[in-house]
C-alpha cells in the first residue's frame, strides 16, 4: 500500500509517475542560460596540505542561522581531502581571476602554485584577491545524483577592502561574461 493509499489524501506531488527521459546534454544546455558566480573551494587534507575546487553550485541558505550551501562533484578527487578537515572556505572570484578558475578547476598537479593565499585566523587557506570569503564548518552533507549536497555553518566572513567595488566573476553559456549595470537602484528592485 502507498502513502497515498495509506492517508487516504490524493496529492498529486505525492504519486509516484516515472521520470521522463532528460537529455544530459539537453539538460545541461538550458541549465547554461542561468548565470553563476563563481567560487573556489579551499581547505586543508589530513596533512595540512592546502586542497581546492573551482564550484559554480553555490548559494546562501539561511540568515538565520548563517547557512550557505555548496555542491561538489561525486567524482572530485579534491572535494573529499576539504571534507576530512570538517571546514572549508568559499572564496568569491573577481573578473580578473579567470585563470585562477581554471587553475582550480583541473584536477591533479598543485593548484595553488602561483596562486597567492595566506592562513586565515581560522586556520583556513583563503586566496589573498578573492572579493570576499566565507568560512564554515560542515553542517550537513546529503546524496544528490551525481553531486553532494554540503551545508555550511558560518564561521567567518569578509570582502576585499579598498579596492572600488569589483566586479564578479559571471559564467553563463559555457563561458565567463562581465556584468553591465544599467544603473544602481539602492534596493535591487526594478523601478
Known amino acids: ?17 516515472p521520470r521522463p527521459t532528460i537529455d544530459a546534454s539537453a539538460f545541461r544546455a538550458t541549465l547554461s542560460h542561468f548565470p553563476s558566480g563563481v567560487v573556489v573551494i579551499t581547505g586543508f587534507n589530513e596533512h595540512g ?5 573551482t564550484c559554480q553550485s553555490f548559494t546562501s541558505l539561511s540568515l538565520d542561522p548563517p547557512l550557505v550551501l555548496i555542491a561538489p562533484a561525486k567524482s572530485s578527487r579534491s572535494w573529499p581531502r576539504i571534507a576530512g578537515g570538517n571546514r572549508f572556505a568559499i572564496n568569491v572570484l573577481g573578473a580578473d581571476h579567470r585563470d585562477i578558475s581554471g587553475a582550480f578547476a583541473r584536477s591533479g598537479g598543485d593548484k595553488f602554485a602561483g596562486v597567492a593565499w595566506h592562513v586565515s585566523p581560522e586556520n583556513l ?10 568560512e564554515c564548518e ?7 545524483g551525481d553531486h553532494w549536497i554540503v551545508v555550511g555553518a558560518v564561521r567567518a566572513i569578509g570582502t576585499r577592502t579598498g579596492s572600488g567595488d569589483p566586479e564578479p566573476l559571471v559564467f553563463y553559456r559555457s563561458g565567463y561574461r562581465t556584468l553591465q549595470a544599467e544603473s544602481a537602484v539602492s534596493d535591487g528592485a526594478a523601478r
Open 1 to 17: 500500500m502507498s502513502l497515498v493509499e495509506m492517508s487516504g489524501i490524493v496529492d498529486p506531488w505525492l504519486v509516484a509517475e
Open 49 to 53: 596540505t592546502p586542497a581546492g575546487l
Open 125 to 134: 587557506p583563503v586566496l589573498d584577491d578573492a572579493i570576499a570569503v566565507i
Open 138 to 144: 560542515i553542517d550537513a552533507v546529503h546524496h544528490g
